[in-house]
């Protein structure tokens, strides 16, 4: 069953409630980000960013924005439990994943592992085990749910998606020979559908730009772009232009050392035809 709503509508999620707040509050008051800067002595964009979930901020300006406010110690608790929230990290992703069904185009840059729009059902469950998940009922509804994701690319109409695969992606393979044989066919295949176009960045194209962050950009239906960047231990939705804007000239010199689309096809083509004569798998 889908979780209850809360009967505001607004997020149940600590750290998301508390952007919800600050925004709300601030239309009842009737003021601009800037207008509430001056009134507080705050730069304004630290405002904006705390409404759109990128900062808590610190416990002073919850302090100074329920005195403004005249909320109590409203914000300051919300503050607090926004603080050691655990499933932050959750729900930005819940929501990129919501625009990613939106999204017209997609780009993408992976530098180490298989993008989750293009794993086989063995490598997703791989990565999740990876990740912590136990074999049983949530480990098997989070690959199914990882399945069910990949039908954005094969749908009618689905988005233009173009990842471009450090070389790396590649060179870790999963324990099982078959079942990475299997992984590499399907990147294949889905190379050649007329929405998709993989690009492998070499080995000897040396240190470039994004080297260690997972990016996506999400070209949406209104004509704005936002971005998803990612590192082992979090992820942040930029949906700001300029903050959005630096990390697409990354990409666009990322994509200047990649292998052409043909040249990325023979590279994944010659990998399958040496994967047979891969050493025995080590258990």
Known sequence: MPPRRAITGRSQEPRQRFADELRLLRATKGESLRQLGA?????????GKMESGQTIGSPEVAQ???????????LLTLWELAAGDPTQFKERYRR?????????GIQKYSPSVVPGLL?????AERMLILGGFAPGAELDQQVEARMNRRDV????GGPQFRAILDEAVFRRALPDREEW???????NEAANQRNVTLQVLPFAAGLCEMSNTDTSFLR?????????VETGYDGKLVEENAGVERLQFS??????????????AEFIQRLLEEAPCLPLDSK
């Open 39 to 47: 009134a507080l002595g705050w730069d304004w964009s630290l405002f």
């Open 64 to 74: 100074a924005l329920d005195q403004h406010y005249g909320t109590g110690d409203l």
């Open 96 to 104: 990129y994943m919501a625009l990613e069904t939106e999204a017209t």
């Open 119 to 123: 794993q086989t059902k063995a490598y």
């Open 153 to 156: 690319l094969s749908s009618d």
């Open 181 to 187: 044989q299997k992984q590499l066919k399907h990147l």
């Open 220 to 228: 949406l239906s209104e004509g704005r772009t936002v971005a998803w």
């Open 251 to 264: 990409y666009d010199r990322l994509r200047d050392h990649a292998l052409s689309p043909r040249e990325s």
